[in-house]
């Protein structure tokens, strides 16, 4: 895969496919951290004299123009972080933006309206990339975020233009994911929280590719009751179906568990067991206990919402003893602040830690760590969700593929 220090940068017009898919209200962009992480792929090519012509989607319009999903509300941030005059066409492709591109100038910028008010973005269609890269001398992909949907402006218009490379956002998000393979980060602990366990993008598939991956794996949130049960533990309504049924439509539990089971079996095998909480936070009818699993279980009528204070502890041991910690996923009901504690615990740990961390998914986990990310260089806060977890799921990326492909090869 080439980056921006492989191919020929002199006024060239680069068509760059970025990651600005940031959430606006009525106080404007929530969180500015994709629009920073994608500056210096922009400044690299303003310093060559790249004509840039910068293409994103916004929410998921699929096929429709929802003026609430409109790029231009992000034409004054970017003039903002990028100290630039940034132009703006309605159309990501077509007449009036093939007329905008002709007229930049060099270091100029391009912004293009929302790809996804094509419904042919999301079909990937191949005539649709064409007209995406259209007189277009390079094709960069920067948009980590989004490099696991094979979507037209991720796959069709790499494979269209006549060069593609990785820009500088999306080669530092690969870089830091790449550190849990490198033996000088050993040992590597991942923690894998959140709710969703099976179905395309659960996270067994994850735990289960780290567990031959890293040296251990702590599993935390709602998914580590599933791997409880499957231990042996009672847990109560935990996983009752009126809980159960957002997190896993299509699988029965005795299903998940049973998959768990042999994920149990298959991380003990390797010597490294599995990391479950020994303790959890039990909401029983409006009240809140410590249910420690060394001598008890989840009553009945009981639902667990965090771990305790001795999972917390085993936790940050667990962290003090590694060199790098890879972390996605809440550890517990987040959204409600009386079950934050777990959390918050962990990126505490992780503010201390003198290690290397690698933290993202969820927003909430997100917006946790930048809070301690600010303050420490050596944690690394992800700007993908979903396909950080595609990443930890050993899958490929489509759209690293695309940039790794030979594109004769790939559309014949
Ligand atoms: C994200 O925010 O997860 C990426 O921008 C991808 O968006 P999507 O989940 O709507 O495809
Ligand atoms: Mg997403």
Redesign the pocket.
Known sequence: MKTLDDVHLSGERVFVRS?L?VSISDQGVADYTRIEASRPTFDTLRERGCRVVVCS?MG?PWGRRDPSKSLRQLIEPLNDILDADVRFVEDCIGPARDEAVAALGEGEILLLENVRYHSEENSNDPAFGEALVHGMDLYVNDAF??CH?SHASIVAAALAAPERCAGRLLQRELTQLELMHNPDYRPTLAVIGGAKISGKDGKLSIVENLVNTVDQVAVIGKLAYYFLIASGIEVGVTMSADTRGIDAPDASLADDVEACRGVLAQAQALGKPLLLPVDSVVNVDGRDVLVSFANEMVPAAGRALDIGPGTIESLKAAIEASNLVVWNGPAGYFEEPAYRAGTLAIARALGRFGGHAVIGGGDTVAAVASTIGEVHPSIHICT???AMLTWLMGAELPGVAALEAVPSIQRS
């Open positions: 990651e898919n989607h998921r975020g989004t949907r993908g969700g979903g």
